[in-house]
Each structure stands twice: as structure tokens, then as C-alpha cells.
């Protein structure tokens, strides 16, 4: 291969800036083998988990969560259960990892290699290796906003939850969901930037999107406290790589005011043979992330297997604010004091299977993002983030009997030491109901310690000027 044939778009002073491909500087070449080694560990998936689910997947009944976990991964190599690691600068001890690795790998390479004037190829490859995969992340990234996952409506519970009691990752998400076009506007920006690394020529713009729009997500993360600074971070790093580039030529045209004629290396594809299989990987990986995708994500916006909300609809007619106007405990009446730690402040019966209500008594506040669960009574995102002693239950209604047996939603065990989230969980109330009137509930029944509860729910309708809710 000639140096004409792969030295694209040159003129007629480009004698000098071929030289200045075909012949790197030596702080170059030792940049480059640094850079090659670092990027290539960010950019492939390194853990073996990883690997085997991506081998034991069903691929003809797929969900829009598998295609999504094959693009969501970045390094995870050491787990810092200290606060600075979860949302602090300790979160990317993984990458200074990783770089003392290229330095080291790079400092091995030097030796071995000493006479290379250049690294083309290998920058070409690479440059593709950042490009898709910044391509594929953003792509799945953008979709669960798009479709309105990521970030959804307030449930009723939250909106009877003071604003003191509702973190500040969870209020800033809150004020996302409650205008889902912006959220689709947020999630189509990231996938357009997405689809744009997927092709050359486009690959500037698709970068600086993909720069401007994860460096927003960076910033909002480290201010609320939200804890995908790291992974957002990981773009930003990943697009700032890709628009290196350009700097030279955007300096010289922009600050210096000169021409510019850009001087680019490209292996020439000049057979069936290379063509083919290039075409076959490219518009594979397009179709599979943006075809295959949207088509699942709306199936699952249709059928709704696979959301943070629950889905089991609630029983009918409660759907609501409740006060609680008589409470009962092992048969001794409790009446209504905000520091009392047995009674029941308020309830809330949600449109799904899911009743909530607060009582004075403290519960471990969820700090998670409510990852999509496939069970309704592990889909936590009506609780992460929420305080002031709003507990949050799944119930199962049996409608011939009268009967509702809830169960805990909180996890039982604190982060780092092994979750409850997918355990099974055990009946914490069961409850006999009945409904006198389209506004009263009536509940009697036992916790799980066998004492004793005897309560009364009076429907209220209150005006909410955020949410208007259906009647």
C-alpha cells in the first residue's frame, strides 16, 4: 500500500503534512502506544459476566434489556464501598488503574518497537474501535429516554412526600419525567449523535454531540448526587479522543485564520474481500442497535413487560389519597399524632398493584436508580430517593375473598452487603377489605408478627396542579 493511496484529501502543499503522517515525532509515537492500549481496555468489556450472558442469550425472543446490556458496560474492575467511591473521585480509581496499565504496556512497546516511523493503521482501527462503541452507548443510552424508561411520571405517593424527604437525584429526575417531550428530546439528541459515529464523515458532528450532551449528564450527576457521572464521563472521555483530530485544523483555520486542507490516513477497501465484510459488520451492528432496538423498546412500550413502574393493575376503584381516619392496634385505638410510630399518617392506593403510607418511623433510604425489574413487587422506582417514612408494599388482591396480602418493597440489606432485591419476599400484612362506599376502605388483618391491625381509609381528591390524574 502506498503513501499516495492512503493519504486522503490532499493538495498542493501537502508534501510537508504527508511527512507529518508518514513520520511521526517520537513523544507521538509514545502518546499513541499509551492512548492504544488505554482506549482498547475502556472500549472492550472486561468482565467475564459479561461474556456469559452475552453467549446465553435467546436471540429469538428478545427483550429490549438484552440488546441494551450488550452496549452498557464500562470498566468495573474495583468496587469502593466508601462514599467518595460511589459518587465521588474514587469512582474512577478503574480508569487510573487501566492508564497505569497503558503506561506500563506502553514503556514495553517502546523497547520492543524502536524503529516505527508511524502508527496509521493502527490509529485508524482504533479510532473505528472508539467510534462504535461510543456509537452503540449512546444509541441504547438515548432509547430508554426516548421511550420514556429512564425517567417517568410521578406516582401519587411521591406527590404526598414533602420536598425534604425526596433526594436530590431523585427531585432532578422527577423534574425531567414530568415533561416527557424534553426527555424524548434528551434521548433523540443521544441518538442521533449515536447514529452519526457510525459513518466517517459524520463522525465530528456525532463526537461534539456526544461530548455536549454526556458532559450535561457529568455535571447534573456531580450536582445531584445521581451516580452515573462515571459511565457518563466515560463518553465524554471516549468523544474528546475522537475530536482530537480535528484540533490542528480547526486551529489553523479558526485561530490563525490560514486554509486548511485536510491530510487524513485511510486504508484502502479495494476489494470484494475486504468490502464485504465490512459492509456485512457495520450495517450488522446498525441494524441490531437501531433497528432491532426501537422495534423492542416499542414492543415493550405496548406491552409493558419490562419498565421501572409496576404493571399488575391495582384493585378497582381505590386508585387515590386516602386519610386515615380510624387506626386500631392489638385492639387499642391509636389517634392521629405525627410522632406516633404504629399509625398510619396517610395511604396512598397506586393505579398498580402497589399501596404506600407513612408512618413516623425511619426506613434505609434506596439510593439506586429503579433498574427495569421483571417482577412488580422488585420495580423500586416509586421508592428509591424517598424519605420521611413512606413505606412502599406490592400487594396481591383476591378479589373473591377479600383479601390483600402485602409485601415489602424496601430491600432488607444495605449496598455492599449483598442485595434482597431479587429474593423472594415474605407477606409483611394480610388484610381482609372491604369497600362501604366509593370512598371507603376498611382493612383488618395481622402484620407479620401477628399483631393485630383494624383501619379505616377515606378517599380524598386532591388538586394536583403538577400531575392532573385520571378520574
Known amino acids: 500500500m502506498t503513501a499516495e493511496s492512503i493519504i486522503k484529501n490532499s493538495s498542493e502543499e501537502t508534501g510537508e503534512l504527508k511527512d507529518d503522517i508518514l513520520n511521526w515525532k517520537k513523544y507521538q509515537l509514545i502518546l499513541f502506544r499509551i492512548a492504544f492500549i488505554f482506549f482498547v ?32 458496560f464500562s470498566p468495573n474492575i ?56 461510543v456509537a452503540v452507548g449512546m444509541i441504547e443510552f438515548g432509547f430508554v429516554k426516548v421511550f420514556l424508561i429512564q425517567m417517568p411520571l410521578p406516582p401519587i405517593g411521591t406527590l404526598h412526600t414533602n420536598l425534604g424527604d425526596i433526594t436530590a437525584q431523585k427531585l432532578f429526575w422527577l423534574s425531567v ?11 433523540f439528541i443521544e441518538v442521533i449523535a449515536g447514529f452519526l459515529l457510525f459513518f466517517r464523515k459524520t463522525t465530528f458532528i456525532g463526537a461534539l454531540l456526544t461530548v455536549a450532551a454526556s458532559a450535561n449528564i457529568v455535571y447534573v450527576n456531580f450536582a445531584y448526587d445521581g451516580g452515573v457521572h462515571v459511565y457518563s464521563t466515560y463518553f465524554v472521555l471516549l468523544g474528546a479522543f475522537l475530536l482530537i483530530q480535528y ?19 485511510y486504508p484502502s477497501f479495494d476489494s470484494l474481500a475486504k468490502r464485504i465484510p465490512r459492509f456485512i459488520f457495520k450495517y450488522g451492528i446498525i441494524f441490531l ?17 419490562f419498565i421501572k413502574e409496576p404493571i399488575t393493575p391495582g384493585l378497582s376503584n381505590t386508585t387515590g389519597y386516602y386519610e386515615v381516619i380510624e387506626f386500631s392496634y392489638n385492639n387499642q385505638s391509636i389517634t392521629y399524632s405525627p410522632l406516633d410510630t404504629l399509625r398510619w399518617q396517610d395511604a396512598v392506593f397506586e393505579e398498580y398493584s402497589t399501596i404506600n403510607f407513612k408512618v413516623n ?43 390483600l396480602k402485602l409485601f415489602n418493597k424496601h430491600k432488607t440489606q444495605k449496598r455492599g452487603a449483598g442485595s434482597s432485591r431479587n429474593k423472594e419476599p ?11 362506599s366509593e370512598s371507603i376502605i376498611t382493612l383488618n388483618g395481622v402484620n407479620n408478627n401477628n399483631d393485630s391491625l383494624s383501619i379505616i381509609l377515606q378517599k380524598r381528591k386532591p388538586d394536583y396542579a403538577l400531575i392532573p390524574l385520571k378520574d
Not at 177 to 187: N, Q, T
Not at 247 to 265: A, G, M
Not at 371 to 398: C, H, M, S
Open 289 to 305: 442497535f437501531v433497528v432491532v432496538l426501537s422495534y423492542l423498546h416499542i414492543q415493550n412500550r405496548l406491552h409493558n413487560p
Open 247 to 265: 484540533l490542528p485544523d480547526f486551529w489553523k483555520l479558526l485561530i490563525k485564520e490560514q486554509d486548511v486542507s485536510p491530510v487524513r490516513y
Open 78 to 133: 474495583l468496587n469502593i464501598d466508601t462514599e467518595s467511591g460511589r459518587w465521588g473521585w474514587a469512582s474512577y480509581a478503574d480508569w487510573a488503574l487501566l492508564l497505569g496499565v497503558a503506561i506500563v504496556g506502553a514503556g514495553i512497546w517502546s523497547l520492543i518497537e524502536r524503529k516505527r516511523t508511524n502508527y496509521n493503521l493502527l490509529y485508524y482501527w482504533l479510532r473505528v474501535l472508539v467510534r462504535y462503541r
Open 177 to 187: 419525567g414530568i415533561i416527557p417531550w424534553y426527555e424524548v428530546f434528551l434521548g
Open 41 to 72: 481496555l475502556m472500549c472492550i468489556p472486561l468482565s467475564g459476566r459479561y461474556y456469559t450472558t452475552l453467549f446465553s442469550l435467546d436471540w429469538f425472543n428478545l427483550g429490549y434489556r438484552n440488546i441494551t446490556n450488550i452496549g452498557r
Open 361 to 403: 418511623k425511619p426506613i434505609d433510604l434506596d439510593l439506586e436508580n429503579g433498574t427495569p425489574q421483571p417482577k412488580d413487587v422488585n420495580r423500586n422506582w416509586e421508592l428509591t430517593g424517598i424519605a420521611g417514612g413512606r413505606q412502599y408494599y406490592y400487594y396481591e388482591a383476591d378479589t373473591v375473598n377479600k383479601v
Open 426 to 436: 415474605e407477606v409483611a400484612y394480610t388484610f381482609h377489605y372491604e369497600m362501604p
